[in-house]
């Protein structure tokens, strides 16, 4: 059993006006077994949530609570986070000259266990996790995502979340510049991740498209640092079909 658990969670970032205010108020509980959409236009916090949770040091934290499996994980260093069973996703994946695909996933993998993996099985299993994204055999020499297409960056990172088997993934618009046949491989990416048992997703994206390959369990709208609504998949159709002006107008 693992639970993410959102309480009341008020995020601000520094500007050169000061502080400003993007979460104002987030409560959503994960349960293991359960996939949540996050949909909003642009600017509304879904990313904020995101990298606060993570515990990206741009993001003060001003009130609320974030625990994992009753743990608090405000109070944890992002590598804590990470060892606790969370995985970020990120919308722009950082290049990292010089450190091949191989050893990053090596280091990662020993340090959330604990122990480094053992070598005969450790380099079958990253080749399995690579082929399953339509990546070949030479992808693991390569520099972490130097040089790496749109498409190569994001299934990647859905080769890092097979093989590092968090409690919850964060996926931060991991469909974003995925052509058709990239965004089915990555999504069923995601499908098995969240076919193993005690698993949580949460999804986070502009788009109805990737939730044809995901089917969520709940749908969240964001708007102006809130969920603005919660509902089943049917909330995302109804944003397919009529965007987001109800919610925008409501927020004001």
């Known amino acids: 059993m693992s639970t993410l658990e959102i309480k009341d969670l008020q995020v601000q970032v520094q500007t050169e006006d000061g502080p400003k205010e993007i979460l104002k108020g987030v409560t959503l509980t994960i349960n293991d077994g359960e996939t949540h959409a996050i949909m909003g236009p642009n600017g509304s916090g879904k990313s904020t949530l995101a990298y606060s949770i993570a515990g990206h040091p741009r993001y003060e934290v001003t009130g609320g609570t974030v625990t994992l499996d009753g743990e608090d994980v405000l109070t944890m260093s992002v590598d804590e986070r990470a060892r606790a069973g969370l995985f970020l996703a990120m919308q722009y994946p950082v290049e990292v000259p010089g450190v091949s695909v191989s050893n990053f996933l090596r280091t990662a993998k020993t340090a959330i266990d604990g122990e480094a993996p053992k070598l005969r099985t450790w380099v079958k299993d990253v080749t399995g996790a690579l082929d399953r994204m339509n990546l070949d055999g030479t992808f693991s020499q390569r520099s972490v995502n130097e040089g790496f297409s749109g498409g190569e960056k994001k299934r990647h990172e859905i080769a890092q979340l097979d093989l590092l088997d968090p409690k919850v993934a964060i996926l931060d618009e991991t469909d ?9 491989v990555v999504s069923e990416g995601v499908n098995r991740f969240r076919e193993r048992d005690g698993k949580g997703v949460l999804l986070i ?30 909330l995302a159709e109804e944003l397919e079909a009529n965007g987001y002006e109800r919610f925008l107008t409501a927020a004001v």
């Open 205 to 234: 994206t502009h788009y109805t498209r990737i939730l044809r390959y995901i089917k969520p369990d709940h749908v969240h709208v964001f708007v102006a640092g809130k969920v603005a609504e919660s509902g089943g998949p049917e």
């Open 176 to 184: 974003s510049g995925l052509d058709i046949d990239a965004l089915k």
